[in-house]
């Protein structure tokens, strides 16, 4: 073991590794946790969108099922046109998990089953069904077309209900 | 200063490094958290309309269900005898006010049907 002098000691403090930015790594993981947090977030809402979207309905759907069942046509119409309204908001396509059922579909039918009541409501001509089977989301075929008319057509009891107590 | 870290020295940098992540966290949280979504407001008449739904199934579901237990409270001892269902519901009293309120708000609406049998069936619907 040799002495070391204070030159020596000056010379080998130089070689140590100099920290000339100590604040860089704290940053630089604070950015990253910054970004990973806003995409997650961003993610999360819209996923969430739909679903919430879907729950919004449901007062107005639960209600436009009873008025249209039993109630005037004037409120039957006007619940049918709220909930197709709500339906058909515009939105950007979301993504939806595997497992996960697809909200924006479930909409689209909700929207097509409206437009269907309305029809029968306001006693459209075939023509119309046929217009509306064919952009419909709901399984809808010229073959099948009378039959989903007819049970569209069963769901409002108040007429039935009045012809059969007559 | 010698190259090998101290431990107030590693404890600092860790300190240091677990602030910036968390404020990362905490400021992308402050800036991005979904905002609270307002849902339309519901009219007067489609909450009408939700009530009646609630009163007519609240008197179905008393009609179709809890009729015997209703008749024995209610001290009526004719279960088994015609008629005993709507002696229950005319004697009962939390389904035969679900029934009168359900009638009372479908009148309110103008509805084409608002006889008990089809507030009843009202109550049906899935």
Not at chain 1, 33 to 61: K, N
């Amino acid at each position: 073991m040799t002495d070391m002098t204070p030159d020596d000691l000056a010379v080998s403090r130089s070689f140590a590794p100099a920290r000339k930015r100590p604040w860089l790594t704290p940053a630089l993981l604070g950015v990253l946790s910054f970004a990973v947090t806003s995409v997650s977030i961003q993610s999360a809402v819209e996923r969430q969108a739909p679903i919430l979207d879907s729950m919004e309905i449901q007062p107005v759907a639960a209600a436009a099922s009873l008025a249209y069942a039993w109630g005037s046509p004037e409120d039957a119409a006007a619940l049918e046109r709220q909930v197709l309204a709500l339906a058909e908001r515009a939105h950007a396509p979301s993504s939806h998990a595997r497992g996960e059922p697809d909200f924006d579909t479930l909409r689209k039918m909700d929207a097509d089953m409206a437009k269907l009541k309305l029809a029968v409501l306001a006693n459209a001509p075939a023509s119309t069904f046929q217009a509306l089977c064919a952009h419909a989301t709901i399984r809808c075929t010229p073959y099948n077309l009378e039959r989903l008319v007819e049970m569209v057509k069963k769901q409002r009891l108040v007429g039935t209900a009045a012809t059969a107590g007559r | 200063m010698d190259g090998k870290p101290s431990f107030e020295h590693i404890f600092r940098l860790t300190g240091f490094h677990l602030g910036a992540a968390g404020a990362g966290f905490f400021v992308a949280a402050w800036i991005f958290a979904p905002k609270p979504r307002m849902p339309a407001a519901v009219s007067p008449r489609v909450a009408q309309i939700l009530e009646l739904r609630t009163q007519a199934r609240a008197a179905a579901s008393a009609t179709t269900s809890l009729a015997p237990t209703t008749v024995v409270n209610a001290g009526v001892g004719t279960a088994g005898a015609p008629g005993a269902a709507h002696a229950a519901s005319a004697v009962a009293g939390p389904p035969a006010a679900a029934l009168a309120r359900a009638t009372e708000l479908c009148t309110a609406l103008a509805w084409p049907a608002c006889d008990p049998d089809s507030v009843r069936a009202m109550g049906k619907l899935p």
